[in-house]
């Protein structure tokens, strides 16, 4: 978020495009499951969106054979503002191409109760190929100008079922960013580290996440100095 026109970038969809495998069935072609999420802090595109605190997670996924896929989504934030929820839903659809090729397209709303001007559409997909990920998120109809966010990831398996995933971003958000030497910016760029593994039921990650914004960008960004400095996030999933 930056302050004078209180963006908010959602991202908010990253569960959807992971396809769970434990589905329970609604009739003979469409599946459900509900998927519980929680963040040691709630980071969306390198930013946290908690403040650097806890966050809990929710998300209505369903799946339909044909590959038409919907759902709800919650996350509690913190911005320094009354809204401490975000939520929304998205339709689209999830096709394997190939036995190593996978295609996930959505187009959701996302709100902000308490401050509507936070509200923006989404569009999100992934391409994913063997172990190579590639994914375009299109922010729009928010206050701030729109923002594309790209990633390019890869999965490294290691032993005992645990896998490391690298990935670098490239981020164009419009003139919002401000140095502290009053130059102005477009973009800015990601990286991440996270290691994961199952174990007991729950998908559990230890996540570092790190961004090339300033203090002073950020501050401008997001509303508060330290929400783009490097950092780890601890996160456990449950899907049932």
């Known amino acids: 978020m930056f302050k004078n026109s209180t963006a908010i970038i959602a991202g908010a969809v990253a569960l959807s495009c992971q396809i769970p495998a434990h589905a329970f069935q609604i009739g003979d072609s469409v599946n459900a499951n509900l998927i519980v999420n929680l963040l040691s802090d709630y980071r969306s595109n390198g930013a946290s969106q908690s403040r650097g605190d806890p966050a809990l997670q929710g998300e209505l996924f369903v ?18 503002t009354k809204t401490r929820r975000e939520e929304g839903g998205y339709i689209g659809i999830y096709k394997e191409l190939t036995e190593d090729l996978k295609v996930t397209a959505t187009v959701g709303r996302f709100m902000y109760p308490k401050n509507s001007t936070y509200s923006l559409n989404e569009f999100y ?17 928010m ?8 990633y390019l990831g890869y999965t490294f ?13 490239y981020h164009n958000v419009g003139d919002v960013l401000y140095g502290a030497s009053g130059k102005i910016s477009d973009n800015y760029q990601t990286r991440k580290a996270s290691l994961k593994k199952s174990f007991v039921g729950i998908d559990w990650s230890v996540t570092y996440i790190d961004t090339s914004l300033s203090d002073n960008e950020c501050l401008y960004f997001m509303g508060y100095e330290d929400s783009c400095s490097a950092g780890v996030v601890f996160g456990a999933t449950k899907v049932f």
């Open 143 to 150: 206050e701030a100008p729109n923002a594309t966010y790209q």
């Open 125 to 141: 997909s992934v391409v994913e190929y063997k172990n190579f990920r590639y994914n375009l998120v299109y922010d729009w109809a």
């Open 63 to 80: 799946m339909h054979d044909s590959g038409l896929i919907g759902g709800l989504w919650m996350s509690s934030v913190d911005f320094g």
């Open 157 to 169: 398996p290691l032993p005992y079922d645990t896998k490391l995933y690298i990935e670098y971003g």
